[in-house]
């Protein structure tokens, strides 16, 4: 004949499973958090950088890093759908403005890291000189296509359009703009000879043989190049260690080994005055002010 439980008796019981059910999924969950490995989304500018910080940082550490490498604006549209991201490398410190505001940053979290430079690239065989020169013709200089990363949403791109516009040729050359994914494919369409010549950072022709740097834009001529790097609201403990890693010492040096120039002291970037939201403006808009001096 089965027992009969009392109310109370069947509220102690109940209470007791609770507990030991909450006890059994904390033990299970603790080796999952120290087994998952840290998740570090980079920028496509830092490939390279980050995979030898990375195998760095293992060797060292013995704590797993997996990474995923994009466009800025494709990684941050990813952590703030939900992509599972402890660490973030933005080429444009509006990314991280942008996941900040949207509370997918830990507070007063981001540092800005290192700059770049841009610079123009043509084939390695081809005989094209230009000035970098208002007022110089750079429609007639370089003929046909002409590879960026995309103005509406990639920062390297964006900082080419500021930077031609400020040069006054963004209307020479706009009707000939081919917008990539990512820095990286405007450098491949001109080592592979689909565009006659690109923008990229200086830090990504220096390492193709395929291409040669005709002339480098002038860093007034757009917004400062900074890569900033964001730690995600839930971050797991553990990236805390790759993130110590990465502002410091042994990293600065890989860093300016991969031709990165180092900020003195990596610091909390608060946004510039009308800095506001990244760039998805019509091609035209940018450093128009400046463009017009």
Avoid at 91 to 113: E, T
Avoid at 149 to 178: C, F, N, S, T
Avoid at 226 to 233: A, E, I, N, P
Wanted: some cysteine; aromatic content about 6%; proline content about 5%.
């Amino acid at each position: 004949m089965a027992t009969r439980l009392s109310i109370p008796e069947l509220r102690q019981a109940s209470a007791v499973a609770a507990i030991a059910l909450l006890a059994m999924l904390l033990v299970g969950c603790k080796p999952a958090e120290q087994d998952r490995p840290v998740m570090l989304f980079a920028a496509a500018s830092t490939a390279e950088l980050v995979a030898d910080l990375v195998a760095k940082f293992e060797q060292a550490s013995g704590i797993r890093v997996q990474c995923n490498v994009a466009s800025s604006s494709t990684l941050a549209r990813q952590i703030e759908n939900g992509a599972a991201c402890d660490l973030f490398i933005s080429a444009n410190p509006q990314w991280l403005d942008y996941l900040a505001k949207r509370g997918c940053l830990a507070d007063d979290s981001w540092q800005v890291l290192f700059s770049n430079a841009l610079v123009i690239i043509v084939s390695s065989d081809s005989a094209v000189s230009i000035d970098i020169e208002s007022g110089f013709p750079i429609g007639e200089a370089v003929a046909g296509r002409w590879a960026l990363g995309d103005p509406d949403h990639v920062p390297a791109g964006i900082y080419a359009r500021e930077a031609l516009i400020h040069m006054g040729w963004w209307d020479q050359l706009k009707d000939r703009i081919v917008p990539c994914m990512d820095v990286r494919s405007a450098l491949a369409m001109v080592e592979t000879g689909q565009a006659n010549a690109g923008i990229v950072y200086a830090t990504d022709a220096a390492m193709s043989s395929k291409v040669r740097v005709v002339g480098t834009l002038r860093a007034d001529s757009h917004t400062p190049i900074r890569y900033g790097l964001g730690r995600c609201r839930h971050a797991s403990a553990q990236s805390n260690e790759l993130r110590s890693f990465l502002i410091g010492p042994q990293a600065i040096e890989v860093y300016r080994g991969h031709g990165f120039a180092v900020l003195d002291g990596g610091f909390r970037h608060p946004p510039p005055e009308g800095l506001g939201e990244p760039s998805t403006a019509s091609p035209g808009a940018g450093r128009t002010s400046r463009g017009a001096s």
